[in-house]
Nanobody, 123 residues
Framework: VQLQASGGGLVQPGGSLRLSCVAS????????IGWSRQAPGKLREGVIC????????YYSDSVKGRFTISRDNGKNTVYLQMNSLKPEDTAVYYC?????????????????WGKGTQVTVSS
């Protein structure tokens, strides 16, 4: 099971970014995939998850209305669309899976983590 996140970068407040999570060595179509983030000096925070049936589960209230998750099964890829970015969204973003079809109540069920991608929101 391998996951690779990409698409991070530096963006101004109010801007947008789309992160990609490419899965390999397994078929992501059948499993829930989630995004989490970790800011400097803070604990990891679950952000959002998408189930195998494309149902979204938000783990962070702070991103509701701004972030959305989607998947492209043909590309074995899950996306995190981030709009109206704020400086407090600055973090390393990780994608992960627990090889379960549904999202659980938190990201604690995730067993497989990819390398993260840095997102910096600053003017």
């Amino acid at each position: 099971v391998q996951l690779q996140a990409s698409g991070g970068g530096l963006v101004q407040p109010g801007g947008s970014l789309r992160l990609s999570c490419v899965a390999s060595e397994f078929n992501a179509d059948y499993f829930a995939i989630g995004w989490s983030r970790q800011a400097p000096g803070k604990l990891r925070e679950g952000v959002i998850c998408i189930s195998s049936s494309d149902r979204s589960t938000y783990y962070s209230d702070s991103v509701k209305g701004r972030f959305t998750i989607s998947r492209d099964n043909g590309k074995n890829t899950v996306y995190l669309q981030m709009n109206s970015l704020k400086p407090e969204d600055t973090a390393v973003y990780y994608c992960a899976t627990g090889l379960r079809s549904d999202c659980e109540d938190s990201d604690q069920f995730m067993d497989y983590w990819g390398k993260g991608t840095q997102v910096t929101v600053s003017s």
